[in-house]
Antibody, heavy 113, light 110 residues
């Protein structure tokens, strides 16, 4: 059974950093593209980043230069390193397999002083 | 403002057919695959349609996708109360070198 379990969210001050994790089971994260999608309260889905199985990455304009997506194949885990956080980064962050064949449960990031 | 444009709302009575549109441009919808998602309140999205018109296993054939030029549509036939949800389209945007979502459509089953 495929499962994605996200963690690492929380309350962080503006300008701070946070690293989200997404532990996968039932498949290997290195064998497919993995993406991050976020959703602010009451708003729509916003694509954040993707990492391909060849390690190429792509980012939304809103996070490029501040966020970094990576994976640890030995731990079968996807990460999202978020730096220079802003209030507008407040959202539930979902990890997903490629275009969304499977999704994590979401982890809430709140950027506030 | 989303690159892909969806109507904010749609509705239909049980048993009816409803379509949700997704409008884009030559740099996204025309040249790339379209994906559709269903999001029930308080839950993670679920992939409904991939590669324009393919259904993942487990998705009922009441859901279908189509694409023509710079627009795409999701059709739901035999509407049921459990179809009441938010629906999103998505595609790769060549101009942005990234993926983009539509703004979402809230479907109400009357």
């Amino acid at each position: 059974e495929v499962q994605l379990v996200g963690s690492g969210g929380g309350l962080i001050q503006p300008g701070g950093s946070l690293r989200l994790s997404c532990a996968a089971s039932g498949f290997t994260v290195s064998s497919t593209a993995m993406s991050w999608v976020r959703q602010a309260a009451g708003k729509g889905l916003e694509w954040v980043a993707v990492i391909y199985n060849g390690d190429e990455t792509s980012y939304a304009d809103s996070v490029r230069g501040r966020f970094t997506v990576s994976r640890d194949n030995s731990r079968n885990t996807l990460f999202l390193q978020m730096n220079s956080l802003r209030a507008e980064d407040t959202a539930v962050y979902y990890c997903a397999r490629d275009w969304g064949e499977d999704w994590g449960q979401g982890t809430l990031v709140t950027v506030s002083s | 403002q989303s690159v892909l444009t969806q109507p904010p709302s749609a509705s239909g009575a049980p048993g009816q057919r409803v379509t949700i549109s997704c409008s884009g441009s030559s740099s996204d919808i025309r040249n790339n695959y379209i994906y559709w998602y269903q999001q029930l309140p308080g839950t993670a999205p679920k992939l409904l349609i991939y590669n324009n018109n393919q259904r993942p296993s487990g998705v009922p054939d009441r859901f279908s996708g189509s694409k023509s030029g710079t627009s795409a549509s999701l059709a739901i036939i035999g509407l049921r109360s459990e179809d009441e949800a938010d629906y999103y389209c998505a595609a790769w945007a060549d101009s942005l070198n990234g993926r983009v979502f539509g703004g979402g459509t809230k479907l109400t089953v009357l």
